[in-house]
């Protein structure tokens, strides 16, 4: 990028990503006094966004100890960063001046006339992003600055040629310097008349046949290949993270849970499932809940219990299981908010994080650096259903985690394209 562009910097840019300062090497990045006003107004709350906003106060008192802001300092990826004081361009009236989008656009604006360069506006604000437009300001938000964001699906599917063709008769796996894929991507081969699964296996640069489990997983059997890869992924305890995404009743967290149980029943070192939800209502919140800690969320929990009782009643007969308050009650399983995990060290568990596109990318760190030794982590969630107002498909935690991920031997990815909830289900994720 050049310094030919000048890019003004929104303030939701930064309350999602105080970092975005240092994602544009050598342009021109502008900051509006209303930006830092805003900002201003969020440092004290106990949450994410107060956590971005001190932290990029701690950034910019860095960079100004290297020149005066006003003037423009030089980043360390070549980058020229200042503060505008000025927001008044002539000739335009209506605006509200107390609207912090408002002082932002009219700051764009006094920008514009002062500097003969294009002048782009960098906003997540949709709303914004279209009055800026209508103003001639070009816009782009913070995604749209050269990254990927076209989710990893975590298949491929192969048209095997004749070579490739007499190894699988040979050997019954591919192998090969041609064979380019992410650590552990799902690949699909259509071979001896059917589609069959393989695993890309990085460290012996090896595709490996995927077999059906004959015998199920904790009563689950895999309805389709995307869930028999996903459950493969989830049995294989080298795999330490594996991430599950996909639209609402294509079986994510029933899955997740699944192999948990299994892994619990038959792995070596786990001890007990750990199983954690982001708090985000859909639509009204209800507000406080009574009760100590367990009883606030048991609501958010309900889900668990739902696929856990489910479980239950899917095992053989003769064989006794215990619902999910058993095995509640015998230490088994805990349901725990996230709230809490900060400073945390979690060993020898099965952890499981549902709803995770619910999490920005800074909380979804907090979370994997407290995984101790033997523990695996499992993420399920739908990209394109997050409830968090200052998250999107492209920046929740979810993917930016898959995305960094998929290129490592310990991680897995998976995304469940067909519903089997139910057909009522999987009409209305499609259609509605």
């Known amino acids: 990028m050049s310094q030919d562009q000048v890019l003004v910097l929104d303030t939701n840019v930064l309350l999602n990503d105080p970092e975005s300062l240092f994602d544009y090497p050598k342009a021109r990045l502008i900051l509006p006094l209303a930006v830092l006003d805003e900002m201003d107004q969020f440092k004290k709350e106990y949450n994410e966004r107060g956590r971005n906003a001190r932290r990029l106060a701690q950034i910019l008192d860095q960079i100004r ?22 927001e008044n361009p002539r000739g335009y009236k209506g605006f509200s001046p107390h609207k912090g989008s408002n002082r932002v656009l009219l700051a764009t604006l006094s920008i514009k006339e002062r500097i003969e360069r294009n002048v782009v506006l960098v906003t997540n604000d949709l709303n914004l992003r279209v009055r ?44 090969g310097e041609d064979l380019r894929f992410y650590a552990n991507q799902n690949v699909i081969i259509p071979y001896q008349g059917k589609d069959q699964l393989y695993r890309f296996h990085q460290d012996k640069g090896r595709l490996k046949r995927v077999k059906p489990i004959e015998r199920g997983v904790y009563g689950l059997f895999a309805k389709n290949p995307e869930q028999l890869a996903a459950l493969n992924l989830l049995l294989d305890e080298e795999v330490h993270v594996v991430t599950l995404a996909g639209k609402a009743g294509t079986g994510k967290t029933l899955l997740a849970l699944a192999a948990a149980m299994e892994l619990l029943t038959h792995g070596r070192d786990y001890h007990r499932l750990l199983v954690s939800r982001p708090i985000f209502p859909m639509g009204r919140d209800m507000g406080y809940l009574p009760g100590d800690v367990s009883e606030k969320l048991a609501p958010w929990m309900q889900p668990i219990m739902d696929n856990l009782e ?8 003769g064989i006794k299981t215990r619902g999910p308050e058993g095995l509640l009650e015998k230490g088994l399983i805990e349901l725990e908010p996230l709230t809490y995990i900060r400073g945390r060290s979690i060993s020898n568990r099965i952890m499981i994080v549902d709803e995770a596109q619910n999490l920005t990318p800074h909380e979804l760190k907090t979370i994997v650096t407290r995984v101790g030794e033997g523990t695996k982590l499992i993420l399920t969630g ?15 935690g979810l993917s930016y985690l898959i995305e960094r991920f998929r290129d490592h031997p310990i991680a897995g990815h998976v995304t469940l394209l067909r519903g089997v909830r139910s057909p009522l289900a999987e009409l209305a994720a499609n259609v509605l």
């Open 65 to 86: 100890t290297q020149g005066r802001l006003t003037e423009g300092v030089t980043l360390e990826n070549g980058a020229v960063l200042s503060v505008d004081v000025e």
């Open 132 to 175: 800026a437009s209508a103003l001639g300001i070009p816009v782009q938000s913070h995604d749209e600055r050269g990254r990927n964001v076209d989710i990893y699906e975590g298949f491929f599917h192969l048209d095997p040629n004749a070579e490739q063709l007499r190894q699988l008769d040979k050997l019954g796996y591919l192998e």
């Open 310 to 317: 489910y479980l239950a009643n899917a095992q053989p007969m």
């Open 382 to 396: 739908d990209p394109y259903q997050v409830d968090n107002p200052y998250l999107d498909p492209s920046s929740n």
